[in-house]
């Protein structure tokens, strides 16, 4: 009997009917294993200055490239050892900004793409699969619950920031590619929910951000076991991001256009996984990043972000790190 793990053909054993231990330890390996891009790309997100308002009608354009390298710590629920992955994704991105009865609102959309190759050893054999293709769209709705309402131009210009209160909703769907067949995949196979509340305050030049949130995933109905997939249940994970942020110049009048860099945090927790029903406490996650960021506009319209971050503390998940870097193209008015 064989089974495809990563991509590749292995050997577990003899016929059905007789349990080896090796049969054993790949049988935990498929029932307790999660998504491990998922982990990184939703649940360790650092976005600084995310509940700033901008004026009515404010577009943007924005192209990421993330590179992501280092280990992927699975705490022995499954037998791989020195797991690593080293990947890029392009992201691209689309804003507006609009009035929600009377506060400023904004809506932003994502679509990203992933090439990476990952490596482990599994029973003494080193391993390795290459991976390319879409990764699950998402789009995320903020509001200002309190100190931003919605402005025009003219009279954003006049406005100054002093303490904003907002909330957020980011929903990922199951778009990307996924193969029940497969241990490691772009998507995962289901869809993800975070609410989050977040708060803004300026004093002087320097901008504090504070949120919280929590990651709420429905049932992914073809989660990878043999014989038959099966359905897989995680529970919610919770987090808390700070940023603390310094405008180091301004250019023009608008004070949507000033260079800025910061200092960026989280933590996290939870997220223990189920196959089938059966939970293992094995699976729960906590850690934390800290990085940081630097926002360069160069026209009016155009700016450069290169953010850089690191794990600090990971229980469970992957200690890796990324860097990124985003060419941004604004501009105001009701078309597009």
């Known amino acids: 009997?064989?089974?495809?793990?990563?991509g590749a053909t292995h050997d577990i054993g003899p016929a059905p009917g007789?349990?080896?231990?090796?049969?054993?330890?790949?049988?935990?390996?498929l029932l307790w294993s999660i998504p491990v891009l998922c982990l990184r790309l939703c649940a360790q997100d650092l976005a600084p200055r995310a509940y700033l308002i901008t004026p009515l009608h404010s577009n943007a354009v924005t192209l990421t490239w993330s590179w992501y390298d280092g280990g992927l710590n699975f705490n022995g629920a499954i037998p791989v050892k020195d797991a690593r992955g080293t990947y890029n994704v392009p992201v691209f991105s689309l804003y507006h900004s609009f009035r929600f009865f009377g506060r400023?609102?904004?809506?932003?959309?994502?679509?990203?793409y992933a090439v990476g190759n990952f490596t482990g050893e599994l029973f003494n054999q080193e391993r390795s699969v290459y991976r390319s293709g879409l990764l699950d769209f998402s789009a995320r709705f903020s509001v200002n619950l309190y100190g931003g309402r919605a402005m025009e131009l003219p009279q954003f210009s006049k406005w100054k920031q002093k303490v904003l209160l907002g909330a957020?909703?980011?929903?990922?769907?199951?778009?990307?590619?996924?193969?029940?067949?497969?241990?490691?995949?772009?998507?995962?196979?289901?869809?993800?929910?975070?609410?989050?509340?977040?708060?803004?305050?300026?004093?002087?030049?320097?901008?504090?951000?504070?949120?919280?949130?929590?990651?709420?995933?429905?049932?992914?109905?073809?989660?990878?076991?043999?014989?038959?997939?099966?359905?897989q249940t995680?529970?919610?994970?919770?987090?808390?991001?700070?940023?603390?942020?310094?405008?180091?110049?301004?250019?023009?009048?608008?004070?949507?256009?000033?260079?800025?860099?910061?200092?960026?945090?989280?933590?996290?927790?939870?997220?223990?996984t189920a196959l089938n029903g059966i939970r293992n406490l094995d699976t729960k996650q906590t850690g934390s990043r800290l990085g940081a960021t630097i926002s360069l506009p160069y026209t009016k319209r155009q700016s450069i972000k290169i953010a850089y971050s690191d794990g600090t503390y990971i229980r469970f998940g992957g200690n890796y790190q990324n860097l990124q870097v985003a060419w941004q193209y604004s501009w105001i008015g009701k078309r597009w």
């Open 104 to 112: 400023s609102a904004n809506i932003t959309a994502s679509l990203p």
């Open 1 to 6: 009997m064989a089974i495809n793990v990563t």
């Open 234 to 272: 995680e529970a919610p994970v919770g987090s808390f991001e700070g940023h603390l942020s310094y405008d180091a110049s301004r250019f023009g009048r608008l004070k949507a256009l000033r260079a800025w860099a910061s200092l960026d945090g989280n933590f996290w927790w939870g997220g223990i």
């Open 18 to 29: 007789r349990v080896t231990e090796r049969c054993l330890q790949l049988r935990l390996l």
């Open 168 to 231: 957020s909703l980011k929903v990922v769907a199951p778009t990307g590619q996924y193969d029940p067949n497969k241990l490691i995949n772009w998507g995962i196979n289901r869809w993800a929910f975070k609410p989050e509340l977040g708060y803004s305050q300026r004093l002087g030049n320097w901008v504090l951000d504070g949120y919280a949130g929590a990651w709420f995933y429905t049932t992914n109905s073809a989660y990878f076991d043999t014989p038959v997939p099966r359905p």
